[in-house]
């Protein structure tokens, strides 16, 4: 059975819903964050599938995985410096015990 | 033939690598095995013939990302607490199972219109042209600097010592 665009989903669709249980379930922030990336990775997966296998000569996936990868950059830098910062102030980085805007 | 394999491989290995990212206790192996997982990413991108976008992978999320995470790893001490499950293990995993079956039944059942175009062979030029060219993305790469240099700026602020 040769590799067809359904098989590209389904990978990004497992990898979207490995991060979206590790976001959910983790307590520790910088973990989280990985699974974070992870969702987004499979994401990028989906584009680049659907830009190869219904549009190979537009490319417009690809260019949005491009803007993808810039913006999870940019959301490491500032989520991680946002941890340290966190971790600094109140020696954790346990995302149930950072509770101080809590109602 | 051969892509089919290289396909199977790059899928377990990238899968197996998300999952232990996820299960580890150890937080130390699981950014390990998160570059592990993003190699196996840039290698189905070669398998989609998305060379240059494979090349950049390596080098933003190998090259960047994961070694941001590690050193936020290593400033931050908590290796020996680990990374423990909250209370929400098994709603998480419920509603993981649900996503995954909901957004693969959408997306098997929906009828793609599958090009029998051969796909572009070099990529770096057209994508070039895409991003830059007439009628392309230039707005949107110029949005893209200011958010980074804005994302730089913020980071820079927020881990100053007082």
Not at chain 1, 46 to 66: D, E, K, N, W
Not at chain 2, 2 to 24: D, K, Q
Not at chain 2, 121 to 131: Q, S
Request: charged fraction near 10%; glycine fraction near 8%.
């Amino acid at each position: 059975m040769s590799i067809g665009l359904g098989h590209y989903l389904i990978l990004s669709a497992i990898l979207f819903s490995i991060g979206l249980y590790g976001a959910l379930a983790k307590r520790n922030a910088i973990v989280i964050l990985m699974s974070i990336e992870i969702m987004l990775v499979g994401v990028s997966i989906a584009m680049v599938a659907f830009s190869r296998y219904v549009v190979p000569l537009l490319l417009t996936g690809q260019v949005f995985a491009i803007f993808v990868m810039i913006v999870a950059a940019a959301e490491a830098a500032v989520g991680l410096a946002i941890i340290i910062s966190i971790y600094r102030n109140r020696e954790t980085i346990d995302a149930t015990k950072i509770d101080l805007m809590k109602w | 033939m051969a892509l089919e394999a290289t396909f199977w491989i790059l899928a377990v290995v990238g899968v197996g690598a998300a999952l232990l990212v996820v299960l580890l206790g150890n937080i130390f192996r699981a950014a390990l095995s998160l570059i592990v997982c993003f190699l196996a990413v840039a290698g189905i991108y070669v398998t989609l013939s998305a060379g240059f976008l494979a090349a950049v992978q390596v080098l933003i999320y190998v090259g960047a990302i994961a070694v941001l995470i590690i050193l936020a790893i290593m400033l931050t001490r908590e290796v020996q607490r680990g990374s423990p499950f909250g209370r929400l293990k098994i709603p998480a995993l419920i509603v993981a199972l649900l996503c995954f079956g909901v957004v693969s039944f959408a997306m098997l059942n929906t009828p793609w219109q599958i090009s029998a175009v051969p796909p572009l062979e070099p990529t770096t030029p057209a994508i070039a042209g895409r991003l830059f060219g007439e009628g392309g993305f230039i707005l949107a790469v110029e949005t893209v600097g200011v958010l980074l240099l804005a994302a730089i700026l913020g980071a820079i602020i927020l881990v100053r010592e007082k």
